[in-house]
C-alpha cells in the first residue's frame, strides 16, 4: 500500500477498513467458466434496501486472471454506459476469458427509477458520497457497499481497475473520454490509470490533477467534495479511469469496443489492440481541474448560444457563446477562462444561473 493512500485513509473520518465477514459475495463464489447474475444486497436489512438492491453480472473465466469492475449508472437518467455494459457483457465468452469482470448495471437504482441524476429519497448525488456510511441515507449506503463489497477487496478478487461508466447528461454536448486523476505523490497509480486510458482507444484521454486529502476532508456529499468513484477506488488502492459520451451520439458503440480493448490491455482476452491515437490526450494540472462543474458558469438566466464546437481550440478569452434573452438581445458573453480545447459544451437551451456553459481543458 503506497503511503499517500495510507495517510488519506486515516484522514478520511468515513473511511473503514473492509469487514472481512461481508468479503464474500456471490460475485467472489461465482463458478468459473459462467455468467452469472445476481442482486447484490445493499448494506442494512430494511425494504428499501432490498427494493434498491444492485444488478449485478460476473462473467468469471475459465482461467485465473484479473478482476475487472465495471459499474454504470451512478447517475441514473444516463444510458449509453448501461447500455454499452449490458452489451459487453453479454457478447462475453466465459471460456474466451482469463480473471473475472463484474459489472454493476445500475449503481442509483433510485435516480433511474426517477429518471433523474440524483436520488430522489434523499436528493444525494451518489458519485459524491464515497466512501459512504453503513447507516447513512439510501445513497451512502449504495457508495458503503460498492466501497466494501466491490473495491474493498483483496487477493484476486481485488479489481485491477474500476471504469465508473457516465455520460454528460441531457443538457450537454461533449467528446467521449476517457479520464483519470493524477495524483502528484503515487506516480504509480497515475501511470496505470493513464496507460489504461490510452489503451481504450477513446477520442480523448484527459488526466486531471487530485489532492485526495482535499477529499478526505470535505462533508460527504458536497459537489465541490471530490468524493467520487475514483476517489474510492483510491481509498482501496485501485487504478480507475471514467468515461463521458454525449446522448445519442453512439457512444455506446465507443464504449463497447473501448471495455474489449481494456479487456486485451489486462490480458484478459487473447490478441493485441490495433493502435488508435488519441485525438487529443491532455493532462490539466492544478487540484479541482477535473471538476466539470467549476468551469465557465452562466451568470444569469436566459437562452444559451453557443458559438464554438466540441474539439474547438481556443484562446484565453475567446467567445465560447451569449446568453440571450427572447429578443435576441445579448445579457452575458461567456469567454474561455483558459486556452485549450473545448471538451463539452451545454446544448442550445434556456439555462439557468450557475449552470456550466462549456468546459475548456
Ligand atoms: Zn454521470
Redesign the pocket.
Known sequence: MAQDIEITRQQDSWYCKPATAIRVSTWTEAPRGQTTRYTHPIVGNDQLAHERGLPVTVTTGAEDGPTLLLIAG??GN?YENIVALQETLQSLDPAALKGRVVGVHCCSLDSYLNRT?VAKIDGQNL?RCYPGKADGTLTERVAYTLQNDFLGQSGSHKPVCLVPL??Y?PGMLGATLSGYNIYPDDPELTEAQRSASLATGLPLVWGHEFDASHAAAAPLGDDASGRTALYAAFLAGVPAIYWETTWGMRGEEEYKRGLLRLMVHFDMLAGTNEAIVAREQIESVGHGAGNMASHNQAPCEGLWRPTVQIWDRVKMGDLLGEIRNLYGEPLAQIRAMRAGVVIALSRMQYIVQGAQCGIVV
Do not use: K, P, S
Request: net charge negative; hydrophobic share 10%; no cysteine.
Open positions: 451512478e447517475h444516463e441524476r458519485a457516465h455520460t447528461g
